[in-house]
């Protein structure tokens, strides 16, 4: 995707999360949403419990629990982003604006996936089986199996960035310029993903881990199964 392409899918998305907040603005939902987000925050973590306990991988594993699939509100990052976007569309390296624009629109997608799933959970506490019938309910596995490609479509352009001296040296530059800037939580944000995949000698391994666990249970939850977070614990191939 061209620069330009990728400024013009940017701005997009960022007007596609604008409704997607207000969507969500209902206090029923946004109580329900912020449970949802829990539940498969805590599932997240007991999924990848085992590669967090690996010093090489857990920088990368975290960042893709906090930055990428978590429960955060992203609020900050996304106004980092519509605040300073003429500037980000010709100063970011290509391959950070990439990342970016990949980044923003997996939040998008969560975001649209959670609000559906939200909806179609039953009143009560959020349990396995609530879980699992409310994913099911919301369906759009095209969807869900983009998420999936997304996840490993960023860390794979990572770990293709952190081998290009220049790009670190511009991320390096912009640090200060962007702090000042009001642009924090943006250059933070790019600044963990490159950090936690210079440390990783083998992405290609974490993110085949990756790819294979979450496609296993997203289909155990559209066939009518339910999960426990404790996945992992049968799967222990290593990422490096």
């Known amino acids: 995707m061209s620069r330009a392409d990728t400024a013009a899918e940017l701005e997009r998305l960022m007007a596609r999360k604008s409704d997607l907040t207000r969507d969500a603005a209902d206090a029923v939902i946004a109580s329900r949403l912020q449970e949802l987000r829990a539940w498969q925050a805590a599932r997240l973590a007991g999924t990848y419990e085992d590669l967090r306990r690996d010093p090489l991988a ?29 500037l980000l569309k010709r100063a970011l390296p290509p391959r950070m604006l990439e990342i970016l624009a990949m980044a923003i629109e997996l939040d998008v997608l969560s975001a649209e996936l959670d609000l559906q799933t939200a909806r179609q959970s039953p009143p009560g506490p959020l349990t396995a089986q609530a879980y699992a019938d409310a994913y099911r309910a919301a369906g759009r596995p095209e969807a869900r199996r983009r998420q999936i ?9 990572l770990a293709s960035a952190v081998r290009s001296p220049l790009v670190g040296v511009a991320l390096r530059a912009a640090h200060g310029p962007a702090h000042l800037a009001g642009l924090g939580a943006l250059q933070d944000f790019l600044e963990r993903g490159f950090a936690a ?44």
Request: hydrophobic share 40%.
């Open 149 to 157: 490609e997304l996840v490993v479509a960023i860390g794979s352009t």
């Open 58 to 86: 857990a920088d990368a594993v975290s960042f893709f629990l906090s930055d990428l699939y978590g429960p955060q509100d992203l609020a900050r990052r996304d106004r980092d982003v519509a605040r300073a976007w003429r």
């Open 197 to 240: 995949f210079r440390k990783l000698p083998d992405a290609g391994g974490l993110l085949a881990t990756i790819e294979r666990r979450e496609t296993r249970l997203m289909q155990v939850l559209l066939a009518g199964g339910e999960i426990s977070g404790k996945e992992g614990e049968a799967d222990q191939r290593r990422p490096g």
